[in-house]
């Protein structure tokens, strides 16, 4: 028989976030989350750097949520890590010490896919979210590494129905951000300068790919052609604009998106959809979903900011889900670097 009160610690390290959560069964206690700012100087990831933070901030990292929730690794029911995907020599981290906590303490061992996180997150119980999404419901994630339009039946059956076939949607605003000269991660900074400028000012490509599948990649050339022209003309054009620019391509990108997204919830008939992932922070894709709901009866779920980056709260709320099933893992379970969101 489960107990009415369950105590779940768990940790994701899957890229340069290192991050510690404590649940009470589905209500988040804790969720504390260390940013690497290395990574900046060099425009992107360094995998290697990365690993050997996270073994730097795990302990402190733990310690904090734990103590922010009141609660000692004695009370503890169960802990989670985050399984993949991923950069190897992060996931690793926390798979490593999650599992010596398993057995130092006796409990069970889970680990989570890091892409259901971002899709279950909004079955988080707090203060900015109490509602979360009835059954079927559309699934789109949207991060640096992701670009998936998910078909979501219940906690743990998934079925991806359209993907990126090359950039993901993220990945496209980084590199488009650099080609602005806009320091990296390029997504927020974009998303600040759109709000000043005309999303119409320059019109860059759509791709038309078939089904429900993405293309960013056209995106990405047509804006580095249209600016190799440009600046042959004036060098200082992206300078003199700059608000412009990005509203264009962030109004592009978000088009290409939101087009999918109307697409599919007309094949499949279900108008919910849950947004989840790093991109689901932008202002355009919020303000457009909304926009859209309402014209055409959607009911939509967009995350919290504190859930659309990389964090543990997201590995806890899938945790107690797969605690409820008995869904457990043992000490032979490996992180892997490519996991698909079907898996567990």
Known sequence: MLKKEIFILAVESSCDDTSAAVFKNEHKLSNIVS?????????????????RAHQQNIVPVIDQALKKAGITLQDLDAVAFTKGPGLMGSLLVANSFIKSLSLSLNIPLIGVNHMQGHLLAHFIKDENQENSPDFPFLGVTISGGHTQLVKVTNHFEMEVIGETLDDAIGEAF??????????????????????????KKFVFAKPQVKNLDFSFSGLKTSVLYFLQREIKKNPDFIKENLNDLC???????????????????????????????????NSGIREKLKEDAEKRDWNVFI???????????????????????????????IAQARFKITEH
């Open 247 to 281: 509203a264009s391509f962030q109004y592009t990108a978000v088009k290409i998106l939101t087009d999918k997204i109307k697409k599919a919830s007309q094949q499949t008939q279900i108008k919910t959809i849950a947004i989840g992932g790093g991109v689901s922070a």
């Open 303 to 333: 995350p919290p900011f504190e859930y659309c980056t990389d964090n543990a709260a997201m590995i806890a709320i899938v945790a107690y889900f797969k605690y409820k099933y008995s869904y457990f893992s043992d000490l032979t379970s």
């Open 35 to 51: 940013t690497q700012e290395i990574h900046e100087i060099y425009g992107g990831v360094v995998p290697e750097l990365a690993s």
């Open 174 to 199: 980084d590199k488009c951000g650099k080609m602005f000269g806009l320091p990296y991660p390029a997504g927020p900074e974009i998303d600040q300068l759109a709000k000043e400028g005309n999303p």
